[in-house]
């Protein structure tokens, strides 16, 4: 199984910025997805996750800018991040809790894609 995530980049603070995460490989379902960041010097933080059903938590700090809708047709989890600060900046990685067959499920995880917002 494999993550690839997409979309980081540099803006500017207030702008808009979409990361996209699609699963692929040996897949038999996926129960959470989401994504997490870690900043320079921080400790990678939960931003958003989203169950199969659709059920979402978010990180304090970005509630009501972010958003993290899923297709489960496509395997693909994304991360609509508004009104964007310079707090935001940090590396993003996607993950996916993937049911490999019945009974067995395992944590992966993207390659990590960067944002930087300027202020």
């Known amino acids: 199984v494999q993550l690839q995530a997409s979309g980081g980049g540099l803006v500017q603070a207030g702008g808009s910025l979409r990361l996209s995460c699609a699963a692929s490989?040996?897949?038999?379902?996926?129960?959470?997805m989401g994504w997490y960041r870690q900043a320079p010097g921080k400790q990678r933080e939960l931003v958003a996750s989203?169950?199969?059903?659709?059920?979402?938590n978010y990180a304090d700090s970005v509630k009501g800018r972010f958003t993290v809708p899923r297709d489960n047709a496509k395997n693909t989890v994304y991360l609509q991040m508004n009104s964007l600060i310079s707090e935001d900046t940090a590396v993003y990685y996607c993950?996916?809790?993937?049911?490999?067959?019945?009974?067995?499920?395992?944590?992966?995880w993207g390659q990590g894609t960067q944002v930087t917002v300027s202020s």
């Open positions: 989203i169950t199969r059903g659709g059920n979402t």
């Open positions: 993950y996916a809790n993937v049911r490999l067959n019945i009974g067995r499920s395992s944590i992966f």
């Open positions: 490989g040996s897949i038999f379902g996926i129960n959470d």
